[in-house]
């Protein structure tokens, strides 16, 4: 091998920033977060004590909306339902989206915080439910207000367009769909990058990860109605009990990971819920089972779907349940494939992120079996290069104190976790901010 040859080698496997940025540059960003940051956190706190559920962020999007209009940018309201869609022009080059989505859980939160959230609010069916940031999808907004703001006031250091976008209902996977099935790519600017990041408990505060190729996994919903022959509970006989079968049928799926799926294969079975029977000594004529699939590949994902349909036929025709009161086993809408971060577009932005904050802050994360539709912003006939990064949102104190006790951190979906907000929020403007003059930089 000739020294051109191995060069040549290594710098394709190193990570590069293109448009290593400045000192000046590094500085400029960094002063212009700092004189924002007393303002981004009132707003996220105000975010975080005033939650709303999917596709019910009506007042958080007002909010956005109106940060943004203040910029100067051109804002359409009520894409996608209650998706915000902000464009800042400044002149030719690339188009790079910048996504950040808005909805809360239904989640009574336990944090303790003096902005805690004591919300009770409505979900989509009217129902009233507690609502909570527990996946920090308020420091997301926060960060697309700071960045806004960042980028409108340096346009001298940039040229192209940013397509902020405001998603709702990431938490029940419908948003991202909304927002692209009413003309995402079409009624604006289409880009040519699509970038996100999200808040981690699972990292020090303002500490950034990333992770090339697979980052987060496909996930399905399947529900399955499992049905039955009703019947008095003192003669079981005389019944075919969905409830035994039910039981039967969620031990049987254990076995799909165990024995089905290639050894070093990731896959996850879940059965979330299991609902049936109004009386004691009523043998009931259903129950319903609810669960979630992870993988990251499609052929494993198919592999689970086939198994659970031929396993839950299988059980109950073994326990001679009648042919028309088989299980239904059906795919609900919260379904998405695999997050996938495109591998030039990581690496790029990887060296960026370490140019800008240094080694010591920047780390190579390993995926999850959590789920995105971020996803399908990279999935559409266009097949737009895509990247999601994680922002470290854990005190480092809690983490030594998890290590002494062998007590995990509160994780992202857990009543007990919010981000600590500075290191958190700064973390998050910087980088997107970061990534986009990275991206954009003038030549």
Not at 60 to 66: E, K, S, Y
Not at 117 to 140: F, Q, Y
Not at 238 to 249: E, I, M, R
Not at 372 to 379: A, K, L, N
Request: charged share 20%.
């Amino acid at each position: 091998m000739n020294l051109l040859h191995a060069f040549r080698l290594l710098t394709l496997a190193m990570p590069i920033a293109l448009n290593a940025a400045t000192p000046e540059l590094r500085e400029t960003v960094k002063s212009r977060v700092e004189a924002e940051y007393a303002s981004l956190e009132t707003i996220y706190k105000d975010l975080h004590a005033n939650p709303e559920l999917s596709f019910m962020e009506v007042r958080t999007a007002g909010i956005i909306a109106a940060e943004w209009r203040k910029l100067g940018l051109e804002v359409t309201e009520k894409v996608g339902n209650t998706g915000v869609v902000g464009v800042l022009r400044n002149g030719p080059g690339p188009t790079v989206l910048v996504r950040g989505d808005m909805d809360a859980l239904p989640i009574k939160e336990a944090t303790g915080l003096p902005y805690a959230s004591t919300a009770i609010v409505k979900d989509l069916s009217g129902n009233d439910r507690p609502a909570m940031h527990a996946c920090a999808h308020d420091t997301h907004v926060t960060g697309l207000i700071g960045t806004a703001r960042v980028l409108s006031a340096l346009k001298s250091q940039w040229s192209g367009t940013i397509v902020f976008i405001a998603q709702p209902a990431e938490e029940i996977v419908g948003g991202a769909r909304a927002m692209l099935s009413d003309g995402l790519y079409t009624r604006f600017p289409k880009p040519d990058f699509a970038l996100a990041l999200h808040t981690s408990s699972q990292l020090p505060a303002g500490q950034i990860g990333y992770s090339e190729g697979p980052t987060l996994a496909y996930v399905c919903s399947l529900d399955i109605l499992v049905r039955g022959v009703s019947g008095h509970g003192s003669a079981p006989d005389t019944a075919k009990d969905p409830v035994v079968l039910a039981s039967q049928l969620v031990l049987a799926l254990q076995t799909i990971v165990s024995r089905e799926v290639k050894p070093g294969k990731t896959a996850v079975v879940t059965v979330g819920t299991i609902h049936g029977g109004t009386k004691r000594n009523i043998i009931s004529d259903e129950v319903k089972l609810e669960l979630t699939l992870r993988s990251y590949e499609d052929e494993v994902m198919d592999k689970m779907v086939a198994a659970i349909r031929r396993i839950a036929k299988g059980t109950a025709e073994a326990a001679g349940v009648p042919a028309d009161r088989l299980p239904v086993v059906t795919m609900t809408d919260e379904t998405s494939p695999a997050t996938v971060n495109e591998s030039k577009l990581t690496r790029r932005l990887g060296a960026a992120f370490t140019d800008w904050l240094g080694a010591d802050r920047v780390v190579v994360t390993p995926p999850i079996t959590g789920a995105e539709d971020f996803t399908f912003f990279g999935r559409t006939t266009d097949k737009v290069p895509i990247c999601i990064w994680w922002v470290g949102g854990t005190a480092p104190e809690k983490f030594a104190e998890s290590k002494r006790t062998g007590v995990p951190v509160p994780s992202n979906h857990n009543f007990g976790f919010a981000p600590v907000p500075e290191p958190t929020l700064k973390a998050a403007v910087t980088s997107m901010s970061a990534a986009v003059l990275e991206l954009l930089a003038k030549r």
